[in-house]
């Protein structure tokens, strides 16, 4: 079992930046792909960005290319979302996951294994 505790959410102007950080603890292992996504009311849950676990390799949606960076410190278990020029359509819930390797791609929600509780973030205009 992984547990994972997303913090950093919190309430910020248009343009303004939060940085999310997603602790891991439990079974913890850095073969662990991570991913983020986020649920705004009344909407799906949906991809944000994904680090791969060895390689590094990064994935982001359309909508946040450019503005979000997704990074991992092994060492500590702990995976980052700097939120960078945030609008107010990206106030949602955040949510991390961690996903065991498979071939599936990671923004599947169904790829995932583990997630947290979830962070609030909400943007103002």
């Known amino acids: 079992q992984v547990q994972l505790v997303e913090s950093g959410g919190g309430l910020v102007q248009a343009g303004g930046s939060l940085r999310l950080s997603c602790a891991a603890s439990g079974r913890t292992s850095t073969g662990y792909a991570m991913g983020w996504f986020r649920q705004a009311p009344g909407k799906e849950r949906e991809f944000v960005a994904a680090?791969?676990?060895?390689?590094?390799?990064?994935y982001y949606t359309d909508s946040v290319k450019g503005r979000f960076t997704v990074s991992r410190d092994n060492a500590k278990n702990t995976v980052y979302l700097q939120m960078n020029s945030l609008k107010p359509e990206d106030t949602a819930v955040y949510y991390c996951?961690?996903?065991?390797?498979?071939?599936?791609?990671?923004?599947?929600?169904?790829?995932?294994?583990?997630w947290g509780q979830g962070t609030q973030v909400t943007v103002s205009s």
């Open positions: 680090i791969t676990s060895i390689s590094g390799r990064l």
């Open positions: 996951a961690a996903a065991t390797p498979a071939q599936a791609p990671l923004y599947l929600r169904s790829r995932y294994d583990y």
